[in-house]
């Protein structure tokens, strides 16, 4: 498990210090206590006019394997080689439009991604990790699970314990075991577009 830091340069919550994305997972199922938990934090979340436009499909293997297959065999075929391991897969899904007016919502990717956000560090803090994933089929996902037209599926997320390095498959090891490291806060915290922000 990889989690030192090459280049931290504050100190910061240890909740938020701790997440990280490992491919190496336990195939143990999550406690239902435990994903509930990890969902009513997404739940409550912030959101543009309290709209809520994040929808969760829920795989947990434990006790919806083909749900979790259907959501397994989105994934390119590079993350299902570890994702497979994972006990529950969550697809994370926006709603394009309010629900209170149906015009179009600017912010509901935003704010899934907040959701999404408060629903890892739970997970951080109830002891598991979480992984998300950019590298799904979108459209076969929207297939799958019967999902709207006007709602966006965004990401897979992969959620369970951490697992052994060592079960993963050769390429993924020196990613797993890396120093983490991250672009200098100067790069990130601007005063001005060209400008780096200092305290």
């Known amino acids: 498990m990889s989690q030192h830091r090459a280049n931290p340069e504050a100190e910061f919550h240890p909740i938020i210090a701790g997440r990280w994305s490992p491919r ?11 994903l509930t938990s990890c969902l009513e934090a997404a739940r409550w979340s912030s959101s543009c006019f309290g709209d809520e ?3 969760l499909i829920v795989a947990d293997r434990s006790n919806n394997e083909d749900g979790w297959n259907r959501l397994l ?7 299902q080689r570890w994702a497979k391991q994972a006990p529950v897969l969550i697809l994370a899904c926006a709603s394009d439009n309010f629900s209170r007016n149906g015009n ?3 912010w509901s990717q935003y704010d899934t991604g907040q959701a999404m956000m408060s629903l890892t560090l ?3 803090a ?7 994933m950019g590298g799904f089929d979108p459209a076969a996902a929207k297939a799958a699970f019967d999902i709207p037209a006007d709602v966006t599926p965004l990401s897979v997320t992969a959620l369970g314990y951490a697992g052994d390095a060592d079960t993963l498959d050769e390429a993924f090891k020196p990613m797993e075991l890396a120093r983490r490291s991250r672009k200098p806060l100067h790069e990130i915290a601007l005063a ?6 200092q305290a």
Do not use: I, M, Y
């Not at 065999?73 to 993350?79: D, F, G, I, M, S």
């Not at 109830?126 to 998300?132: C, D, S």
């Not at 001005?192 to 922000?197: A, C, L, P």
């Open 73 to 79: 065999a989105t994934l390119v075929e590079k993350n």
């Open 122 to 124: 739970q997970a951080t």
């Open 192 to 197: 001005s577009w060209n400008h780096g922000w």
């Open 104 to 106: 179009p919502n600017r």
């Open 24 to 34: 190496a997972f336990d195939s143990r199922a999550v406690e239902a206590e435990k």
């Open 126 to 132: 109830e002891g598991l990790v979480a992984h998300p």
């Open 53 to 55: 436009p994040w929808r």
